[in-house]
């Protein structure tokens, strides 16, 4: 079973949970995940900065933040996702498309490293992106996903 909680602490950005619960579940079910556990919290820039810094030294908004919580042993999929929704609100705008896509794309990229890919380098990045892409597809939603680098 997939069970996906969502928090949102933030009054700025507007949250359509049940369509973010939907993205969740139907990514992880994509990638053959059929037992998680999975929290998803959409905060501040403020909160999304202080983490940033605490557990990446990054001193900066950022889009989505991903903790694994699964232990080696096997046993379901668990993680926590913190989203920042304000830095969602700001790139939709810049980019021209609705902010809730631009959620549901971090959603997916931070479900993506919970699942084990990883964009440390150009191949391991375009092997995440060409997933981004094949999820918003699937999902009916744009295709986002940003330009190979």
Request: hydrophobic share 40%; proline share 5%.
């Amino acid at each position: 079973m997939i069970r996906v909680s969502i928090a949102s602490p933030q009054e700025t950005v507007p949250i359509v949970r049940a369509k973010m619960r939907d993205v969740a579940r139907k990514v992880l079910e994509a990638e053959d995940v059929s037992d998680a556990q999975i929290s998803v919290a959409f905060v501040d820039n403020t909160t999304i900065q202080q983490l940033n810094k605490r557990y990446l030294d990054h001193d900066e908004p950022t889009d989505v933040l991903s903790f694994p919580l699964s232990d080696a042993q096997g046993g379901p999929l668990q993680g926590e996702l913190v989203v920042g929704a304000e830095v969602g609100q700001v790139q939709a705008a810049v980019r021209g498309h609705d902010v809730q896509a631009e959620l549901a794309l971090y959603v997916i990229h931070g479900l993506l490293h919970l699942c084990g890919y990883s964009d440390t380098d150009m191949e391991a990045r375009r092997k995440m992106r060409e997933r981004e892409r094949f999820h918003l597809v699937a999902l009916g939603l744009p295709d986002i996903a940003p330009a190979e680098e």
